[in-house]
């Protein structure tokens, strides 16, 4: 499968992006529909989200929640379109020279508190990052050198190894700017007090009851049509998809195939599904027994029936993962997956010494939709094969915290895990490295293998993209053979808003979002 971004288009996108519009603008107007309504000023929003965020510090964000109310106040150099393909935002354009990532910012640019966006302010953001150690630092230090200010309008960063992969890194949350005159005047609390340089600019928040941010009148960019928006955490999948379909809500997200039909029949409602870009697995720690065994970790991987899963308990709504990377990132090679084959489960765990089976907990959360339905059926096939799964299920943030321990001693043996990533070097380094154990990186499994992790890097910093291809094809074939993850599935994106609701964006993978060209007849 082709990649999102070449090395090539990587590379040429400063240009590219100059031009494009130019392009554009000159191309004769073919014929089309009667045209749509005049977008309309004004008007609250109100977004239904799955759960309430745990911080709104860029640097420290997590998950999903935290990142969807994030986005609506910061940005980063660049962005995702709704195609996925990367364009210019806080940056206006860019070389680079070797690992030399060079980025002319944009001029004028303030934040909500009155401060100036200046390089400084960039450099700002990613020397926070290390010297507090927050979550992402994971992200950074593995890849960058340092970081100059080169002039107030610019920002050189210098990368370890000549990087194709950077750009798609700059478009993560943790990767958002806030203002260095926040971070002065709330210290830790500017988890709750966010200052970026976003369409919207922080109200208020209401734990377990709301976000409200309302327009940035001194955006950069088209002020947004909106006055304001308001993030509730609705946790229940009914009650969320029930309050979009009565107009309780505008928009809600995190939605499933049990309820898409019904909302498709709806004459309010617009539903849009698209394949998802956030991984479905169980992982398993590796340093504890039984898993510490290849065998164990193999035969439970042929123990899963995940034809059946998608089938009936993701009506459809889901496509089969049979390795950690998903289709369409950057980097993905197709790799062989674990049939399905109870025999051949039984006979590994007998060869390992587990003839009997044996017993295990496995932690899950109530975040993610379908949970109790697939859990269910994971303890289930695991009983046929004779392998005991009792179920731990927390909240969300218990949940997290118990995720976030070291593994080395962690009580935790197999859980339910989700992953996005912006490619495969950094997917499967971020999630099974030697550099990156919990709580500083994002390796809960305790897995590690030094000749996966030379192989992936080296895929990741080559920039001879057949070479590279061949590199981080070896090393998703590595890490499917050695199975520390039992890989399941990549749940569609389903999201619904009323049909009131024009313009809003679609990041492929779920995020979805109103920006500052979204409006409400």
Sequence with gaps: MSRSLSRRSFLALGAAATTSSLVAACAPSAPGPAPAAAPRRGGSLILGASADPLTLDPGAITDEASQQSAQLVFESLVRYTSERK?????????TVNDRDWTFKLRKGVVFHDGSPFNAAAVKAHFDRIAAEKLFSQSNWAPYIVRIDVVDEGTVRFVTKDPDPFFLSRLVSTSASIESPDSVKKYGKDVMRNPVGTGPFRFGEWV??????????????????????????????????????????????????????????????????????????????????KPFDDIRVRQALNHAIDKQAIVKNTYQGAAVELPGHVMQGVPGYAQTPAYAYDPPKAKQLLAAAGYANGFTTT??????????????????????????????????????????????????????????????????ILRTYGCDFFRPNGGNTNGYCNPSLDAIAKQGGSTVDQAKSDELLAQAQRLLTQEAPSVWLFVPNAIVAHSKKVRDPLLIRGGTFTPTERTWIE
Excluded: C
């Design 362 to 427: 496995l932690l899950s959360s109530t975040f993610y939709a379908k949970d109790t339905e697939l859990i269910s059926y994971l303890q289930q096939q695991y009983a046929a094969v004779g392998v005991t799964v009792k179920i731990l299920q927390l909240e969300w943030t218990a949940y997290l915290q118990q995720l976030r321990l070291d593994p080395r001693n962690s009580p935790v043996e197999m859980w339910r895990d989700s992953r996005g990533s912006g490619d495969a070097s950094f997917g």
């Design 207 to 288: 734990k377990d009851d709301r976000i409200v941010v309302t327009r940035s009148e001194t955006y950069w960019g088209q002020k947004a049509y909106l006055d304001k928006v308001t993030v509730r955490p609705l946790p229940d999948l009914q009650a969320r998809s029930i309050a979009v379909e009565s107009g309780d809500v505008h928009m809600a997200i995190g939605l499933t195939a049990d309820v898409r039909d019904r909302l498709k029949a709806s004459p309010n409602v617009t539903v849009v599904e698209t394949t998802g870009l956030f991984n479905t697995f169980v992982g398993m720690n590796v340093l504890k």
């Design 86 to 94: 990367v364009e210019p935002s806080l940056a206006e354009s860019w």
